[in-house]
């Protein structure tokens, strides 16, 4: 065991150290920009796939679109206005909250 | 939490997509990776290198460790096949000696003769020997979970750490092992 003990002690020379943040850095940050093109090949791939069936299909959808559209416009403007209202009011409140106004 | 279980729960975590928990991981198990990756090749930069690669694909693959598994022994596994990879393809062709001197820092002290004699044995130890050495004389593996490491037989590991052993100890000078 003592020839063990020796080549133990020999061996330590190779040991890096327990804690090695630049190690673990650099091997994380390789980790999290693989993740990001993997996000990135995924979202772009979900996006072609998306544009391609919108436009293989936008002939049948078309009149539907513009028909829904032309129902749906005074309501779309009616709430326009009122989220501008909110908007505004919201934001003079803030305003005045802030001391901004006197 | 003992080792191994927290191990297991940083494994269950990073099998979820937690990065936190993956990094704990790579904290924890650096040392012994990179310290085998650099007995079993013998060049410290290329060792590294190939520790971060190792790391890469434990994160693609964590799905695929079983609960309960010796973490340590699956990294160094994955290490160990990158190593012979890595050495059967040529790419990071370097001359070991060449690098031990280059980037390593020189043995020194009373022991630095019998570093630079380990490591010229080490050096002419097949590869399988190389390793088998590392993980269970440098880095207290048992033979069981070095065979599991390296996708050798128990018997393989056994005999190869003696005939290792016997081989650098004569190298040392001192008693073969018997």
């Known amino acids: ?102 | 939490m003992s080792p191994a279980g927290l191990d297991e729960a940083l494994v269950a975590a990073a099998q979820a997509g937690s990065t936190d928990a993956f990094s704990r991981l790579v904290e924890r198990h650096q040392q012994a990776v990179r310290a085998f990756l650099r007995r079993a090749c013998g060049d410290w930069a290329q060792a590294d290198d190939l520790a971060q690669e190792t790391f890469l694909a434990a994160w693609s693959r964590i799905g695929r460790l079983k609960a309960g598994a010796s973490v340590r022994a699956w990294l160094c596994g994955i290490g160990y096949n990158k190593h012979l990879t890595a050495r059967r393809s040529g790419v990071r062709d370097r001359i070991r000696d060449e690098s031990y001197e280059a980037d390593r820092e020189t043995a020194c002290g009373p022991h630095a003769a019998d570093k630079m004699a380990l490591e010229a044995a080490m050096g002419e130890l097949p590869e399988e020997q190389r390793a088998c050495v590392a993980l269970c004389l440098a880095a207290d593996f048992s033979h069981s979970e070095a065979a599991d490491a390296l996708g050798l037989p128990l018997g393989t590991v056994k005999s190869h750490v003696t005939r290792g052993r016997a081989r650098l100890l004569q190298a040392l000078g001192g008693p073969d092992g018997r």
């Open chain 1, 1 to 102: 065991m003592v020839d063990d003990d020796r080549l133990k002690a020999l061996f330590a020379y190779d040991e890096p150290p327990p804690r090695d943040p630049a190690f673990s850095s650099a091997v994380m940050a390789e980790v999290m920009r693989r993740r990001f093109m993997v996000d990135v090949a995924l979202l772009s791939g979900v996006s072609a796939l998306g544009g391609t069936a919108l436009w293989a299909l936008w002939p049948s959808l078309q009149p539907a679109l513009v028909t829904i559209s032309q129902g749906l416009a005074p309501a779309i403007v009616a709430g326009a206005l009122a989220m501008g209202a909110v908007a505004l009011l919201g934001g003079r409140q803030a305003s005045a909250l802030l001391g901004l106004e006197s």
